[in-house]
């Protein structure tokens, strides 16, 4: 299984930012897709997670009402859409998904992971 993310950068406080992440390699119709964050000098984070046919949907806490995961099983693509970035939100983020079913919050739950995408949003 492989897993390309893209799309961070560098923005101000305030505006948006959307990440893709392609997958290939299995049916990733069957699958959670899920991202996650690393700040600075800190262990990586669960930000949010979506079931494999997008009926089931978890946030952290620190995301929920700026961030939305959504996927394209047609593209094999899952995405985020950061709104209302915060300094607080810099981190390097990464797409993971697993060969269980549910969503969970635990980064030992996730085999494949992609190579990383640096959001960075500036005060």
């Known amino acids: 299984v492989q897993l390309q993310a893209s799309g961070g950068g560098l923005v101000q406080a305030g505006e948006s930012l959307g990440l893709s992440c392609t997958a290939s390699?299995?049916?990733?119709?069957?699958?959670?897709m899920t991202w996650f964050r690393q700040p600075p000098g800190k262990g990586r984070e669960f930000v949010a997670g979506?079931?494999?046919?997008?009926?089931?949907?978890e946030y952290a806490d620190s995301v929920k009402g700026r961030f939305t995961i959504s996927r394209d099983n047609g593209k094999n693509t899952a995405y985020l859409q950061m709104n209302s970035l915060k300094p607080e939100d810099t981190a390097v983020y990464f797409c993971?998904?697993?060969?269980?079913?549910?969503?969970?919050?635990?980064?030992?739950?996730?085999?494949?992971w992609g190579q990383g995408t640096q959001v960075t949003v500036s005060s």
């Open positions: 979506i079931s494999a046919t997008g009926s089931s949907i």
């Open positions: 390699g299995r049916t990733f119709s069957w699958y959670v």
């Open positions: 993971a998904t697993s060969d269980i079913g549910l969503i969970t919050h635990g980064v030992q739950s996730y085999a494949y």
